[in-house]
């Protein structure tokens, strides 16, 4: 089974725990034949899911930041602290690993400022958070095809954060923009990465993805004020180059 088909059982279960109340117990006794490795990984994700979310101050939010960062760094230069785990979450490469990290934040108290930043925008005092747990997932990923496939989510996440800022604020978020472009830009450098037989199918994600932004930074900018004209233009101008580099 591969990380990607782990990683979906994962979110499957979830929801149906989320949606029905399904019990962690009948949701690996459905999967008998991946319940060894789904097990841990469930059971630190229904924690974070179920942590009380705080209320903090900046600063608080920022030190939780560098707790992520720090610990994404020290677990990135010292991989063999991975295979000193039980073997059962030896093979879940960076789905297990990632969960780690965050669980060593639940453990200090902070993982239901992790679970509180997943739908966080620009301004909001969780999306430092947010955006450095990305980073944790960065830093564990292998070169190439997997840090590719992270970069074009969060290309999405900061195109839909855009989108939802100009719906529903009517503002436009330049940290967004700007993030939105240099991820679609490292994601074409980790495409080309790549194995062959791997290329072909991101650059069809990236073509796809910068249709669908240019479209979102159309719509934004007919309803933009002045000011942000010319930052939506260059993501605009961002994306189009995007477009072309990943259809060469």
Do not use: N
């Amino acid at each position: 089974m591969t990380e990607t088909d782990l990683k979906a059982i994962l979110d499957e279960c979830l929801h149906d725990m989320s949606t029905r109340g399904e019990s962690i117990e009948r949701c690996l006794q459905r999967r008998p034949q991946h319940a060894g490795q789904l097990a841990p990984l469930i059971q630190v994700a229904d924690h974070i899911r179920k942590t009380r979310h705080p209320t903090l101050s900046v600063s608080v939010t920022r030190a939780i930041e560098q707790r992520l960062l720090k610990r994404a760094t020290e677990l990135r230069q010292s991989r063999a602290r991975l295979w000193s785990l039980p073997f059962s979450l030896r093979p879940l490469g960076t789905v297990a690993a990632t969960l780690i990290v965050i669980l060593a934040l639940v453990l200090a108290g902070g993982g239901g400022i992790v679970y509180a930043s997943t739908d966080s925008l620009p301004g909001s005092p969780l999306y430092g958070v947010k955006r450095a747990t990305e980073q944790v997932q960065l830093f564990l990923a292998p070169a190439g095809t997997k840090r590719s496939e992270l970069h074009i989510r969060f290309a999405q996440k900061r195109m839909e954060e855009v989108q939802a800022l100009a719906e529903v604020k009517g503002q436009v978020a330049e940290e967004a923009l700007a993030a939105m472009a240099e991820e679609t830009e490292l994601a074409l450098e980790e495409a080309e990465k790549a194995p062959a037989q791997d290329k072909l199918a991101l650059l069809d994600k990236l073509v796809s993805l910068t249709q669908r932004q240019q479209a979102v930074l159309e719509r934004v900018q007919t309803k933009a004020p002045e000011a942000a004209q010319k930052g939506l233009s260059r993501a605009l101008e961002a994306s189009q180059q995007g477009y072309e580099k990943a259809r060469e």
